[in-house]
């Protein structure tokens, strides 16, 4: 007999017992009628047992005392794609995967718990099957002689495959984001301390990058949060790319990345993987039928240098990412210990931002807008700037970002445009103004009425009036962008598309959006004089699509010779930018136009140079076998100058020590006396 039915074997030793030895003849009526009674139990029972193995809702087992199956179902057998004959005699171990520890379980105590001849209940296990997930809970008793000697296990199991599904289901959502499939903050916040804990003794080091998306809230705020979705999804899939596998990437919510980088503290390589980071998210993205452009902003710290546990690590990297967006977004810092005082600074510039306006220390400069052809002005620009009673003049690069995330770019554009209005009626002449205007501006219902007060209490000529908007207004619904264009088109304004090319960079748009000028940003000027540069075809395309259009072209930041020709040769209309005249007061303005006309002459280099950041910081020139202390005065995106050792020959290579572990290869280009200016091998 096989199966449950060698049980009877069992039940007819049993029934013979009840006979004592004796005969069936020689029982009493009594005692034959409780055996046929307790054999009829028997074979009911053996047959319900059979039915529930065949239901498939559990199983049966049993081994021998050293662990040999002795009994198994046929339909645990037949799952292990085997025979029951094949799995008799079989260690009972070999029925399950025992080397793997899934999700904390406590699989491996099944080999301890048995040694041990315990009994255990609801044992979660995992069939030895590689191509099938199968799991089940198993429960066993251990069984001994009348003489008290181990005789083996008898169990049973059930199949609990989906339950432990649905509960790593429930596990991966704890621990992962449901968005972008990424770590969530919780698993990265577990897995920094716990890498953090275990590198500490073996002083080995560990990375700690912070991402930050800028313009994100734009786009989600214009095309709607299922969009937003969408291009968070992409930005996942983006940086899945870049970061190395042996790094773990996830996402803290919102718009914020964090990337884990164990044993990595090369600030060369940290810094080569931001500046990808950055270029790749700064791609355009194809949303919904939609295209648009956002950027990133990269905080990078170093354990143990910057920190030595989870808290202290991400303060830094926070404080670093602080500083990235801070300095004009798009950029990666590392930590220094002067962020704090920076960070700070920044805090205190939010907070006075708010009362800026009624404390009368915003006011507009205007830059002259010049017509190429005669050196006319023929229009100014109004530039907002910020004096501040303790920081003095604080950058519109830093404040304007700080005004779009406190929601205060509103309030100050409403008045940039009533100001503008003002001053500019007062001026001799028929000069135009340009004023900018925010997408929260744009997206206002409200806007044109702004703008009809700002024309009526000044009494200047609405065609006097240019508005200048970016790409990224398009974000938003195309219904409610064709009424604003049509609300501000009825007033009699120029409308002035700014930056193009930058942002949104989707030309079906100007088949319906009524613009008067297309200025082409400054991004596309730089390096146009330089050999093999793509921008001068872009420009040349610009130009030409903006003749075919009846739109006049502004080339912005113009500050060398070489560029300002260049746009002479490629047809651009107008010129804005430092070779003609910086930003300046009403006042200036007002004198130079007294006449009611104002021509500039170009004044400016003869080549276009990057600019140069004063940095006085410490450095290292090691050259050979020697190492010189020097100061860097200066720094551009190719090169520096520096200070301290003497009549240095040109040509001379050294590598650049800029502390905390960052490198660089440059060559000596100049020399006078103590100074020189180095050319880095690299931007």
């Known amino acids: 007999m096989t199966g449950l039915a060698s049980l009877g074997a069992t039940g007819l030793g049993r029934f013979k017992g009840l006979l004592g030895g004796r005969s069936a003849s020689a029982a009493t009526p009594v005692e034959v009628s409780a055996a046929r009674a307790s054999n009829r139990e028997l074979r009911q029972a053996l047959m319900l047992l059979r039915d529930y193995e065949q239901s498939g809702i559990g199983w049966f087992w049993s081994t021998d005392s050293e662990g040999k199956i002795s009994y198994i179902t046929?339909?645990?057998?037949?799952?292990?794609?085997?025979?029951?004959?094949?799995?008799?005699?079989?260690?009972?171990?070999?029925?399950?995967?025992l080397d793997r520890?899934?999700?904390?379980?406590?699989?491996?105590?099944?080999?301890?718990?048995?040694?041990?001849?315990?009994?255990?209940?609801?044992?979660?296990?995992?069939?030895?099957?590689?191509?099938?997930?199968?799991?089940?809970?198993?429960?066993?008793?251990?069984?001994?002689?009348?003489?008290?000697?181990?005789?083996?296990?008898?169990?049973?199991?059930?199949?609990?495959?989906?339950?432990?599904?649905?509960?790593?289901?429930?596990?991966?959502?704890?621990?992962?984001?449901?968005?972008?499939?990424?770590?969530?903050?919780?698993?990265?916040?577990?897995?920094?301390?716990?890498?953090?804990?275990?590198?500490?003794?073996?002083?080995?080091?560990?990375a700690l990058m912070i991402l930050d998306l800028d313009r994100f809230k734009q786009v989600n705020d214009t095309l709607g949060h299922p969009a937003g979705d969408e291009l968070l999804k992409q930005v996942a899939q983006r940086l899945k790319r870049i970061i190395p596998e042996t790094c773990e990437i996830g996402r803290l919510g919102g718009d914020e990345f964090q990337g884990i980088l164990p044993d990595v503290d090369d600030r060369g390589r940290l810094g080569d993987m931001a500046r990808k980071i950055i270029e790749m998210i700064s791609q355009p993205y194809s949303i919904e039928g939609s295209r648009c452009v956002i950027g990133a902003s990269v905080g990078i710290a170093v354990a143990p240098y910057d920190g030595i546990d989870a808290d202290e690590l991400t303060r830094s990297a926070d404080l670093a990412l602080y500083a990235a967006k801070g300095g004009g977004r798009g950029m990666f810092r590392f930590y220094s210990c002067d962020l704090h005082a920076e960070a700070e600074r920044r805090r205190h510039i939010e907070d006075d931002l708010r009362d800026a306006l009624a404390k009368d220390q915003i006011y507009l400069n205007y830059q002259p807008i010049i017509d190429l052809k005669s050196s006319k002005v023929v229009g100014l620009e109004a530039v907002m700037r910020w004096e501040h009673p303790e920081l003095g003049n604080v950058p519109p690069s830093v404040f304007i970002p700080i005004a779009e995330e406190t929601n205060l770019i509103s309030a100050l554009g409403d008045w940039a445009v009533r100001k503008a209005c003002d001053d500019v009626v007062t001026l001799p002449g028929l000069v135009s103004v340009a004023v900018n205007v925010s997408p929260a501006q744009f997206g206002n219902p409200n806007f044109p009425t702004v703008v009809t007060q700002a024309l009526a209490a000044s009494g200047l000529d609405p065609e006097r009036l240019e508005l200048e908007v970016t790409e990224s207004i398009f974000l938003a619904d195309d219904g409610v962008i064709e009424q604003m264009f049509k609300s501000l088109k009825v007033l009699g304004v120029r409308l002035s598309l700014d930056d193009f090319g930058t942002g949104y960079s989707a030309l079906g748009y100007l088949e319906t959006a009524d613009f008067d000028k297309i200025k082409i940003d400054q991004g596309f000027i730089r390096g146009i004089t330089e050999k093999g540069s793509r921008n001068v075809a872009i420009i040349r395309s610009i130009v030409a699509l903006a003749e075919g259009l009846d739109m006049v072209t502004t080339a912005e930041g113009i500050e060398a010779h070489d560029e300002l020709e260049m746009m002479r040769k490629l047809g651009v209309q107008q010129?804005?930018?430092?070779?003609?005249?910086?930003?300046?007061?009403?006042?200036?303005?007002?004198?130079?136009?007294?006449?009611?006309?104002?021509?500039?002459e170009p004044n400016g280099p003869s080549r276009y140079r990057n600019d140069r950041m004063t940095v006085l910081r410490k450095i290292g020139l090691i050259h050979e076998d020697h190492r010189y202390d020097a100061t860097m005065r200066n720094m551009s995106r190719t090169g520096g100058l520096v200070e301290g050792l003497v009549d240095v020959p040109a040509g001379t290579q050294f590598v650049v020590d800029f502390g905390e572990g960052q490198?660089?290869?440059?060559?000596v280009r100049r020399s006078a006396g103590s100074m020189m200016g180095l050319e880095f091998e690299l931007p």
């Open 74 to 97: 046929e339909g645990v057998a037949q799952k292990l794609g085997k025979t029951r004959d094949e799995l008799v005699g079989e260690s009972f171990h070999s029925l399950f995967i």
């Open 101 to 206: 520890d899934e999700d904390d379980t406590v699989e491996r105590t099944l080999p301890l718990i048995v040694s041990a001849r315990k009994t255990f209940s609801e044992l979660a296990v995992r069939a030895a099957l590689e191509e099938d997930e199968i799991w089940w809970a198993i429960s066993g008793r251990p069984q001994y002689s009348a003489s008290g000697e181990f005789a083996g296990y008898i169990g049973n199991g059930s199949d609990i495959t989906e339950s432990r599904r649905s509960q790593r289901d429930a596990s991966r959502m704890a621990q992962y984001d449901a968005l972008t499939g990424l770590a969530n903050r919780h698993r990265m916040g577990k897995k920094l301390h716990a890498t953090l804990t275990a590198y500490k003794a073996a002083k080995r080091a560990c």
């Open 575 to 600: 010129i804005q930018g430092y070779i003609y005249a910086k930003p300046a007061g009403l006042d200036v303005v007002a004198e130079a136009m007294a006449s009611g006309e104002w021509f500039i």
């Open 663 to 667: 490198l660089g290869v440059a060559t």
